[in-house]
């Protein structure tokens, strides 16, 4: 899923659309007040060419400027005025002491609640606060460990189905529906089976469609005719999760198996007025999304990565060899495998799922290090180039597990943050982490993994989440 502020694609329409967006009520833009010192940034007339460049390549603009004029950066894209936040200190300072002043850029929310409704992945003050309060113990470390087992027993299943030798095995797809099983299993105690390729296909045409919708000021409405694929996506996704609640709700309450979906149901029980058949619904809808999506993007970017780099692969390998003599990971092991941690830490580093944060707009104005900024300013946080400073990550390019490790120099606050960072930080980031080592603990005992022939290193795209340009195909070999 991607959380950046979102520019028109390519100039035409679009970019009149997006202009717009911008020039419609003159309450929404900041103005300067005497106080206001902005950062420096690029000059243009309008600032239009900077929105063409941003929908170019976000990441390849945001380098140049932050090259250009340093690590905050002012962009007058008129009538809104932009800050680029690219300094870790001050990226934190933003999103932990400011975070009261922020709220989340208004058309990114309207376009995210078409799908997720008013989950917490969307809502904004009080109500937020109150259903993160109720969802976080179920994604606390402790609660995390009940769910090793079942990760674990998905992963064998699905790499059971893995040919024991390949020179171009689907990986990314692969991985994409084992993600996409463990979190039905978490979710649902079910399994995701014959459901997986037609809900593989929604979720990406969901993404597709949100990341064009970003750039426009509305959304036409879902039953023009050319939305047919959205329409059928949602129906397909909506139903996939209608009918699991549906099944458990026929069931005695005394039956519900211990899992995340009869968590929410007894929130509604004690809660009815707040936690509605909605709420409960548009809650499954993230989990299942949220919780597959960004995971699966970097599993495949970590198996891209040990296939390129046989020696770190070899070391996980054996540590995990050593650990877990051939048995399944358990809850203890997750902690026991620092080298895996640290292959999967450098690949969050370099291949961030979610490499731009959800633009934030300040309510009040903000005091950010020297510089003044009025309120309803936007701000971007792109962790991509925090995660690329050449200052704090020596050759970025690099993949180097040893930057995390115990002999490593501490890294400053802020210069890693694939969760984000602050009160809304990754509701899912213990789940992750032990879901991604258990999976790749299982697969380096099955698997060696190398570079498929002929397959040049895949380049990233913003796709959603960041994903490889192509679809990763991988050589499967026996391990050892
Ligand atoms: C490698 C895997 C993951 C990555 C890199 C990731 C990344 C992120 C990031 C960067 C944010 C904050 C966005 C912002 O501040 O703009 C976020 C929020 C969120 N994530 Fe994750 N995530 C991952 C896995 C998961 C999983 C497994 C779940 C749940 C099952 C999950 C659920 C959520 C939710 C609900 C939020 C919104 C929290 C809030 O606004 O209070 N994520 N994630």
Not at 205 to 219: F, K, L, N, R
Not at 417 to 445: K, Y
Request: charged fraction near 20%; glycine fraction near 6%; include cysteine.
């Amino acid at each position: 899923m991607s959380f950046a502020f979102k520019t028109a694609r390519g100039g035409g329409p679009s970019m009149a659309a997006m202009a717009h967006t911008t020039t419609s009520p003159p309450s929404d833009a900041p103005s300067s007040t005497p106080g206001t010192r902005w950062p420096p940034g690029p000059r243009a007339l309008t600032g239009w060419s900077h929105l063409r460049a941003m929908s170019r390549d976000l990441l390849g603009a945001v380098q140049r400027w932050q090259q250009a004029h340093g690590d905050v950066v002012h962009l007058r894209i008129w009538p809104e005025h932009e800050v680029v936040v690219m300094d870790p200190a001050l990226a934190r300072e933003l999103l932990v002491n400011h975070h009261d002043a922020l709220q989340r850029w208004e058309r990114g929310l309207q376009v995210f609640a078409q799908v997720h409704g008013r989950s917490v992945l969307v809502a904004e003050g009080e109500p937020w606060q109150r259903q993160r309060h109720a969802l976080q113990p179920a994604f606390a470390p402790k609660a995390v460990q009940a769910f090793v087992p079942t990760i674990a027993g998905a992963a064998a299943d699905a790499l059971r189905a893995w040919p024991a030798r390949h020179v171009r095995y689907p990986v990314e797809s692969a991985i994409t529906s084992l993600a996409m099983d463990v979190i039905m299993r978490l979710l649902f105690s079910s399994r995701i089976g014959a459901d997986a390729r037609a809900a593989e296909q929604a979720v990406h045409t969901i993404g597709a469609v949100a990341d064009q919708e970003m750039y426009w000021p509305a959304s036409w409405p879902d039953s023009m005719p050319w939305k047919r694929p959205k329409r059928e996506a949602l129906a397909t996704l909506r139903g996939l999760i209608d009918r699991q609640v549906q099944a458990r709700r026929a069931m005695a309450a005394a039956d519900w198996p211990d899992d995340l979906l009869t968590r929410l149901l007894r929130l509604q029980q004690d809660h009815p007025g707040v936690w509605t058949d909605a709420t409960v619904r548009d809650e499954c809808m993230t989990t299942f999304l949220a919780g597959h999506e960004t995971l699966a993007a970097t599993l495949t970017w970590w198996a891209a990565c040990l296939a390129a780099h046989p020696a770190a692969q070899q070391r996980a390998a054996e540590e995990v060899a050593a650990r877990l003599q051939g048995r399944a990971p358990d809850a203890q092991d997750i902690d026991a495998l620092p080298w895996l941690r640290q292959t999967l830490q450098e690949t969050l580093r370099m291949y961030p799922a979610a490499p731009v944060l959800f633009s934030r707009r300040s309510t009040r104005a903000i005091q950010l290090g020297p510089w003044q900024l009025p309120a309803r300013t936007l701000f971007l946080v792109p962790v991509y180039r925090l995660h690329h400073d050449p200052r704090v990550f020596a050759e970025p390019q690099a993949f180097r597990p040893e930057r995390f490790g115990p002999d490593a120099p501490p890294l400053p606050r802020g210069a890693w943050v694939p969760f984000g960072v602050g009160p809304r930080v990754c509701l899912g980031q213990h789940l992750a982490m032990a879901e991604m080592t258990v999976i790749a603990a299982m697969l380096l005992q099955r698997f060696r993994l190398a570079p498929a022939d002929g397959e040049p290193t895949p380049r990233p795209v913003m796709r959603v989440t960041l994903r490889p340009e192509r679809p990763l195909h991988l050589q499967l070999l026996p391990p050892g």
